[in-house]
């Protein structure tokens, strides 16, 4: 290994980029996903992908929920462009697996056989499947036989010791979305979250409820009722409504009722389908603040359709990373040993 020459690759991954030339591994239609690693690279023993909730739906939804057409439209995406990245969402997701090999070059402080989450969207890490072992539906995770490339700017936790890969993995793919709820609720706060019983949803509720505490309300809106009875089995939230997430009416109109005719001060949306853009904004109030973390948002129907309403409201597109993330996700597992016996349930 003393003697192996390795090319010098550029901090953002540039170097990977096959078509078009001049932009970044991310909106890059092709990436190279050629697992001879440049001398700042890492590279990666991939165990399990963590699909993006949007992006695996999508997927199943083509696939008419048939396991085989979920790996070969999965297999056919990686080998078209290199990556992961959905062509119908645009979005990833993550991974998890041991490191296998480090550039000379590379600045940090991996070690080869770190268990590692990558912290980076699957829509810009260069990824080669050999074979997907395992597809389970139920939780948007793929078992394979692979390998990833992570670049000197991407993002990785270590994976923790006291909970399951596959748990962690699970939360760590969402991690962004509570912790920017703790930076945007404040004390006496109404927060809506739209989704509210999914994985990222939950989270979101109980941060929130934490930030808001006890003279504010956090209402949790799902489509179904088994999500919403998810949510009150670890009472993350004041209020559960059952709703349509695409009919902005009716949300309208039951968090009018919910709140008084006041409506949220925030509304967080973590809903996994698209066409919910209208219901965030008619949630909130005039001078409140709506956060979308859902890859299914369109930019032009927020934009188009506040200003069609007449919503003088702060739209926020989620940042899947803010600093601490990781360890601010982990532990609300660890404070709350309902929403970990929970997700251990559903995703270990």
Not at 253 to 265: H, K, N, P, Q, R
Request: proline letters at 3%.
């Amino acid at each position: 290994m003393e003697n192996k020459t390795y090319r010098k690759g550029d901090r953002f991954g540039t170097h990977r980029v096959i078509s078009p030339k001049g932009v970044l591994p991310q909106p890059a239609d092709v990436i190279s996903n050629d697992m001879e690693i440049y001398d700042n690279e890492v590279l990666i023993d991939v165990h399990t992908l963590n699909i993006d909730s949007a992006s695996f739906t999508e997927i199943e939804r083509r696939a008419e929920g048939d396991v085989e057409e979920i790996k070969k439209i999965i297999m056919n995406i990686v080998e078209t462009t290199g990556k992961h990245k959905n062509p119908w969402t645009g979005s990833g997701g993550m991974l998890i697996g041991k490191v296998k090999e480090i550039g000379p070059n590379y600045e940090g402080d991996l070690r080869v056989g770190d268990k590692i989450a990558t912290l980076v969207s699957l829509s810009l890490t260069p990824l080669k499947i050999e074979e997907i072992k395992e597809v389970r539906s139920d939780i948007d995770q793929v078992d394979i036989k692979g390998q990833a490339v992570l670049f000197q700017s991407g993002l990785y936790g270590i994976l923790p010791k006291d909970m399951p890969k596959e748990l962690a993995l699970s939360v760590l793919d969402v991690a962004g979305a509570p912790a920017q709820t703790a930076k945007i609720c404040k004390p006496g706060d109404t927060v809506v979250v739209m989704g509210g019983g999914g994985k990222s949803g939950i989270l979101c509720c109980w941060q929130a409820k934490k930030q808001v505490g006890v003279n504010g309300k956090v209402i949790c809106v799902d489509g179904f009722k088994k999500s919403l009875n998810r949510a009150m089995s670890v009472r993350c939230a004041d209020e559960y409504i059952v709703v349509d997430a695409t009919n902005a009416i009716e949300m309208y109109e039951e968090i009018m009722e919910a709140t008084d005719g006041e409506l949220a001060d925030v509304v967080i949306n973590v809903v996994n389908i698209p066409n919910t853009e209208m219901s965030s904004i008619m949630a909130c109030k005039d001078e409140g603040l709506v956060y979308f973390f859902s890859m299914a948002t369109s930019f032009t129907k927020a934009a188009l359709g506040a200003e069609g309403v007449g919503k003088d409201v702060t739209m926020i597109v989620g940042n899947g990373y803010t600093k601490g993330h990781a360890n601010v996700a982990l532990q609300v597992l660890r404070e709350d040993e309902r929403i970990m016996k929970l997700f251990a349930e559903l995703y270990a």
